[in-house]
């Protein structure tokens, strides 16, 4: 049950209820993640301006390694739900999605995933990534691409914790 109730869209502020409705017009339903979010319209808006940031112009595979490392470490089964999809769509295999936790082992990654992959995790962990991994994404991606990279992985750590702690559902 959550802690807090994730808001219809009538039940929700205007502000909140364009949010929802232009959410539901674009996926086809509302997560509740958002309904709940809806409770506060200025970080509703603020997390559905981000979410639209973050799937811009970096390659979606590389965006949903990284949302996914974070949902294995954060054990989000609501965000597992919709980034094992968004993953599959964007071309991870069943063995990249299996192999999150022992990403280092896996041969199921190339070396610029794992950086991708231990970019997330070092950031998640220590809110610090080491040089030689900024290093060799700074190779790999170019600077608009690094900073989608932390903003989604920022998302992810916030979207994952979020629900979380407040116990949201799946619709």
């Known amino acids: 049950m959550?802690?807090?109730p994730p808001l219809g869209t009538d039940e929700a502020t205007l502000d909140a209820?364009?949010?929802l409705e232009a959410l539901e017009a674009r996926l086809g339903q509302v997560p509740n993640m958002y309904r709940t979010f809806a409770h506060a319209p200025k970080v509703?808006?603020?997390?559905?301006?981000?979410?639209?940031?973050?799937?811009?112009d970096l390659p979606a595979?590389?965006?949903e390694l990284a949302y996914l490392k974070i949902v294995?470490?954060?054990?989000c089964h609501v965000c597992r739900h919709y980034h094992e999809a968004l993953g599959r769509k964007a071309g991870l295999t069943e063995e990249q999605i299996r192999d999150l936790d022992r990403f280092e082992a896996s041969d199921a990654y190339s070396e610029a995933e794992r950086d991708v992959l231990r970019f997330a995790e070092q950031w998640s962990a220590d809110g610090r990534v080491s040089e030689d991994v900024l290093d060799r994404l700074k190779r790999l991606?170019?600077?608009e691409h690094l900073v989608i990279l932390a903003a989604t992985v920022a998302?992810?750590?916030f979207t994952t914790r979020f629900n979380n702690v407040f116990g949201v559902e799946l619709p």
């Open 2 to 4: 959550p802690h807090l």
């Open 17 to 19: 209820r364009g949010a």
């Open 44 to 56: 509703l808006a603020a997390a559905v301006a981000m979410a639209q940031a973050v799937r811009s």
């Open 61 to 63: 595979k590389v965006r």
């Open 72 to 75: 294995q470490l954060t054990d």
């Open 141 to 143: 991606l170019s600077h």
């Open 155 to 157: 998302q992810a750590n």
